[in-house]
Structures are given as structure tokens and as C-alpha cells.
């Protein structure tokens, strides 16, 4: 199996010899290792391609840990698709008193189960933004309603949804990240 990935503007192509290898189908990068400066916060895409061709029912799905314990998959490839950008979405430790672990792990897959996974992780990357834009837009017009909160109704001006939308468009300028970081309530 020949894989590498970049970080991109952090490191060179890390290759698969780089990484601890964890059974006969699983690999991992402790991203110190490669990056002792560097914050995983600031590590937000990784290029992620093979090197050699590999079985067409296979593939290699690309993680990340920021516990060591609890794995996310990311994105994959395979022989039909040998490159992808991966967006790392590091995320957000459960435990506080655990001690930071930011690895990245590569698993070799059925490229059928791989391709399932995929497509719920865009369903759920999907839902969660929508949820996050409707709550700014939920937590804009409560904010009109400060302390006169009739029952369950809110009181709002006619032209909320304009003002609202600038206010969003204003927040995306200054920020394009802040809605994938909001917490989804």
C-alpha cells in the first residue's frame, strides 16, 4: 500500500513510511511528530492521495483523533479516485482532562462501506450547518423580543429577515469560518 498526504501550507508530502502502522490495515501520523510548532487548529486541509494503484474494491479512508481514542473519518480514496482535498475539521475534545492526542489515521477499507460513510458524513456536514444558520437567524430575532417574549410567539419587525441577512453577510466577511465552528445547540 503506497499513500501520502500534505498538510497543506504546514509540511511536505508525509508518506506512508511516516506513519505508525497499527495492523495490517491501519496507519497513524501523531501530527506532532510532523509538526512540533504548529497548533492542529491551524492545520485545516490535508491533499490526500496514493502513490500506486491499488484493489478497485478498496480504498483508504483518511481519520482524525484529537483523544486518540475517538476517531472521525474525513474523506478517502481509491484507485478510481487516487487524490482529494480533505477538509480536517478537527473535533472538539469530549474529555478535558484528557491530554491532547491529534493523530491522523488511514484505514483500509471496503470501498462499499467507505462510500456509505462518506455519504452520511456530507448529510450530516449538511444538517449541522443549516441547524447553525438557523439558530444565528433564531437567536437574531429573539433578540428583539429581549424580556416581551409573548408565550411562545415572537415579535419581530417586518423587514427581520433583510437586516438579518446583512448582519450575516457582514459576520461571513469578517469571519467565513464562524458558522462551521458555532455550536449547533
Request: charged fraction near 25%; charge should be negative; hydrophobic fraction near 45%.
Amino acid at each position: 500500500m503506497t499513500f501520502a498526504l500534505v498538510l497543506l501550507g504546514h509540511s511536505f508530502p508525509v508518506s506512508e513510511p511516516n506513519f505508525l502502522r497499527k495492523g495490517p490495515q491501519h496507519w497513524l501520523l501523531r501530527l506532532a511528530d510532523v509538526l512540533p510548532n504548529v497548533k492542529h487548529q491551524h492545520v485545516q486541509q490535508a491533499a490526500f492521495f496514493l502513490t500506486a494503484p491499488m484493489d478497485v474494491a478498496a480504498g483508504l479512508g483518511l481519520y482524525v483523533s484529537v483523544d486518540g481514542a475517538q476517531f472521525e473519518l474525513r474523506g478517502c480514496v481509491c484507485s478510481n479516485k487516487p487524490s482529494t482535498l480533505v477538509e480536517l475539521r478537527w473535533p472538539d475534545k469530549t474529555q478535558e482532562d484528557l491530554p491532547w492526542e491529534v493523530e491522523i489515521g488511514i484505514s483500509m477499507e471496503p470501498m462499499v462501506e467507505l462510500e456509505a460513510k462518506v455519504a452520511a458524513l456530507k448529510v450530516a456536514r449538511k444538517e449541522s450547518f443549516a441547524k447553525r444558520v438557523a439558530l444565528d437567524l433564531f437567536r437574531y430575532m429573539e433578540s428583539y423580543n429581549a424580556g416581551t417574549r409573548a408565550g411562545d410567539n415572537l415579535v419581530v419587525p417586518a423587514n427581520c429577515l433583510d437586516r438579518w441577512f446583512l448582519k450575516l453577510e457582514d459576520k461571513l466577511r469578517r469571519d467565513p469560518t464562524f458558522l462551521e465552528r458555532a455550536p449547533p445547540d
